[in-house]
């Protein structure tokens, strides 16, 4: 295992940017038409990616989620918008449309 296959990927509204977690904890945002990418986020703790999605807001936005930690980061620049650790794993990252609000499915018990 070299970390580099994808543990999640998904188009962004329009179609035109595609994300991708690798097991290695590195997310690339890629516009469909090259094979380069666009920008590119390390979680830098070593847990493989589990869950990415694109938010369209005034610009577009990335939340790329490992089994501890979620990073919100603007797509084209790299740049964090927000960062949130968690005490229990992480599963899922889904934003709610048209807000700033997003669910996470995780361990925690109630």
């Given amino acids: 295992q070299n970390g580099l296959h994808v543990t999640d990927c998904v188009y962004s509204p329009n179609g035109m940017q595609l ?3 690798t097991a290695g904890g590195v997310v690339r945002v890629y516009d469909v ?3 380069r990418p666009l ?3 390390d979680h830098m703790n070593g847990y493989p990616i589990k869950s990415v999605r694109f938010h369209d807001h005034n610009d577009l936005l990335v939340a ?3 089994k ?3 990073k919100v980061w603007n797509a084209s620049s790299g740049a964090i ?3 949130v650790e968690s005490k229990a794993p992480i599963h899922q990252l889904e934003f709610v449309p048209s807000t700033g609000l ?3 499915a995780n361990e925690q018990s109630r």
């Fill in 39 to 41: 920008a590119e986020r």
């Fill in 19 to 21: 994300v991708a977690g």
């Fill in 64 to 66: 790329s989620a490992d």
């Fill in 33 to 35: 038409r090259s094979s």
């Fill in 68 to 70: 501890k930690s979620i």
């Fill in 81 to 83: 918008v927000a960062s």
């Fill in 102 to 104: 997003f669910f996470v």
